[in-house]
């Protein structure tokens, strides 16, 4: 948005909106204060025109991390009116009264609204990639069912809202003992893909922590591509992890076997 649109009526008789009041977090982290600022809006401004109009008119070294500016690329993570949001993707003429702009909750802060997501790739790193059979020649054929089911996993962008608006990583800081709930996304794509051979159950259960998720669905509340965190990914792999580990008849099973049987392709 220029200035010039938010200085002066628009072609076509829209004219400049009046302005609103934003409290945006400025500091690092050793210290920092809520800063006012009255930004003028327009019909359809979102709350990452706001940040940049108060970079390019008032203080030009607040700090915001964003990209894309079309909700695909995952940067422009922010709580607004402490709600895990994009910034980019939040209307300002929806939110009634002041707007806080703070920077998410979960990770260090760096300066301002921008934050230290370091850790996620970090968990990223310890899962093991997708896992093909060796022995399975190409084309592969994959039921429509399980094209569809794997597409929803897919769509995250990395913006890690789940992350920051879920308690066991925001507020108990288990980071140590939980993935989060993009991590529990990712593990679903490839534990549910038909060609993915890995067992990757007891990863599931103990690096992973997923015992720890008490099924708020907070994450699922968040998150801007609409995936159905808890119920098609969480829920499935906790009952992955109950059959293989603590069904008493299956336990009995794998004892006889002797070993635990090796997932295999379901279609080809
Ligand atoms: S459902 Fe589980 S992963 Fe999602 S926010 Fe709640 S505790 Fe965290
Ligand atoms: S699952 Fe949703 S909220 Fe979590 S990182 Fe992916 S897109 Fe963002
Ligand atoms: S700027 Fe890319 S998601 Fe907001």
């Avoid at 401004?45 to 940049?52: I, P, R």
């Avoid at 970090?122 to 093909?132: A, D, G």
């Avoid at 794997?150 to 608006?165: A, G, N, P, S, T």
């Avoid at 049987?261 to 379901?266: A, F, L, N, W």
């Amino acid at each position: 948005m220029t200035q010039a649109a938010l200085e002066s009526p628009a072609e076509g008789g829209e004219t400049a909106a009046t302005s609103r009041r934003f409290l945006v977090y400025r500091g690092d982290s050793n210290d920092g204060q809520m800063v006012e600022y009255s930004v003028p809006t327009l019909e359809g401004m979102v709350v990452l025109d706001a940040m940049h109009w108060i970079q390019a008119h008032v203080d030009g070294d607040l700090a915001v991390r964003w990209n894309c500016k079309a909700a695909k690329c995952g940067s422009c993570s922010a709580e607004v009116n402490g709600t895990p949001r994009l910034m980019c993707k939040t209307r300002v003429d929806v939110i009634v009264g002041d707007i806080w702009v703070q920077p998410m909750k979960a990770f260090p802060l760096i300066k301002d609204l921008v934050t230290d997501v370091q850790w996620n790739y970090e968990v990223n790193r310890e899962i093991p990639p997708f896992t093909p059979p060796a022995d399975v020649p190409s084309p592969w054929r994959v039921q429509q069912q399980d094209v569809e089911r794997l597409f929803e996993f897919r769509k995250c962008i990395e913006c890690f809202l789940c992350q920051d608006v879920c308690h066991i990583l925001r507020d108990k800081n288990e980071k140590a003992r939980y993935y989060g709930p993009r991590f529990m996304v990712r593990q679903a794509y490839l534990d549910m893909h038909p060609m993915d051979v890995r067992d990757r159950t007891g990863q599931i259960k103990d690096e992973s922590g997923i015992g720890m998720c008490n099924i708020t669905k907070c994450c699922t509340d968040v998150c801007p591509e609409h995936i159905h965190i808890t119920d098609n990914a969480i829920i499935p792999l906790k009952e992955r992890v109950v059959d293989e580990y603590f069904d008493p008849l299956l336990w009995a099973a794998r004892r006889i076997r002797g070993r635990r049987q090796k997932k295999r392709p379901s279609s080809r």
